[in-house]
């Protein structure tokens, strides 16, 4: 059972996390990867200023070939958009940290959840009552769909290699980012709730 206190500590971890993104955010921005090329297929105009993170957004609802910031210089959207694994590290490592925390707090021996796979914490968590502790997902089993898809995602992620670059589609790494948000929120109501 958590100690006096850990809610304002989920408060300063939660502000630290988003300070953190949008420094991240900052560094990686646009107009670094651009260059003058003539580019072919549908073009989205973005601001050069807007970082690669926020830009997945745009592209999700627009969609396009390559990204221009203006002055004729573009660069391919799916070169640039791929750019992202930092920030996604920094919230997969949020994710693990809150589903570690809500077995630690449902009263599990640290030293065992650190012998344990990911996927057994999912699936021990996902059987358990505490589901019903959160209310952003409607059922267990669009729960379940979606830490399975993001932890398969974090292997990805996690360990280095070219996959995010040359195999996942840039449709994929979207429906990642919004799932990884939707999972930190579910994962927090439990923990809220688990205080009380």
């Known amino acids: 059972m958590p100690r006096f206190g850990l ?17 991240l955010a900052g560094i990686f921005v646009l107009e670094k990867y651009t260059q003058k090329v003539k580019p072919s ?16 957004d745009a592209f ?22 791929k750019k992202v694994r930092i920030p996604f590290f920094l919230l997969l490592a949020e994710f693990e940290s809150r589903l570690f925390r809500i077995h630690e707090w449902s009263g599990k021996d640290a030293a065992g959840l650190n ?6 914490l999912i699936k021990e ?15 267990r089993k669009e729960f379940k769909e979606d830490l399975k898809a993001v932890s398969a995602f974090r292997n990805v992620i996690m ?5 995010l670059e040359r195999d996942l589609e840039i449709e994929t790494i979207i429906k990642r980012k919004s799932q990884i948000f ?13 205080r009380k």
């Not at 297929?41 to 690669?52: C, D, F, H, S």
């Not at 968590?125 to 059922?139: E, F, I, P, R």
């Not at 929120?185 to 439990?190: E, V």
Request: aromatic share 6%.
């Open 7 to 23: 809610g304002y500590i989920d408060k300063l971890r939660k502000k630290d996390l988003d300070k953190t993104l949008e420094k």
């Open 41 to 56: 297929g549908k073009i989205l105009k973005l601001n050069p200023k807007m970082p690669v993170w926020d830009a997945l």
């Open 60 to 81: 999700g609802k627009k969609g396009g070939d390559y990204i221009s910031v203006g002055g004729g210089r573009c660069v391919e959207c799916v070169a640039v958009l």
């Open 115 to 120: 012998e344990k796979y990911i996927n057994e």
């Open 125 to 139: 968590l996902v059987d358990s009552d505490l589901v019903k502790m959160q209310k952003v997902y409607a059922s």
């Open 159 to 163: 360990h280095v290699n070219k996959k």
């Open 182 to 194: 939707k999972l930190l929120g579910a994962l927090q109501q439990i923990l809220d709730n688990m």
